[in-house]
Nanobody, 126 residues
Framework: QQQLVESGGGLVQSGDSLTLSCVIS????????IGWFRQAPGKERDGAFC????????YYDESVKGRFTTFRDNAKNTVYLQMNNLKPEDTAVYYC???????????????????WGQGTQVTVSS
């Protein structure tokens, strides 16, 4: 059974850092692209980052450029989202998701993804 479990969220102050983890089970991480999405209160779920099956990351939310980065540890079947210089507008539930991809492509649309974690809350106070 394919499963993704996020952790690492919490309440922090503006300017702080957090690292989210997404632990994968039930499938080989290197056969999947992993996306990070977030959903703020009253807003739609938006994509922030994708890391390909070959470990190459790309962001697609300009607001996280230079502040967030994602990387994967295939040996631990875990993907991480390192978030620095957090801002109140980063407050959201953060989700990781997986889509089958053997070619190293990036995926930007939430409905492309096959498996989702339960989400972890990140709250940034000003």
């Amino acid at each position: 059974q394919q499963q993704l479990v996020e952790s690492g969220g919490g309440l922090v102050q503006s300017g702080d850092s957090l690292t989210l983890s997404c632990v994968i089970s039930g499938f080989r991480l290197d056969d999947y692209a992993i996306g990070w999405f977030r959903q703020a209160p009253g807003k739609e779920r938006d994509g922030a980052f994708c890391i390909s099956s070959r470990g190459v990351e790309i962001y697609y939310d300009e607001s996280v450029k230079g502040r967030f980065t994602t990387f994967r540890d295939n040996a631990k079947n875990t993907v991480y989202l390192q978030m620095n210089n957090l801002k109140p507008e980063d407050t959201a539930v953060y989700y990781c998701a997986a889509v089958t991809d053997y070619s190293g492509n990036w995926h930007f649309l939430w409905d492309e993804y096959e498996f989702w974690g339960q989400g972890t809350q990140v709250t940034v106070s000003s």
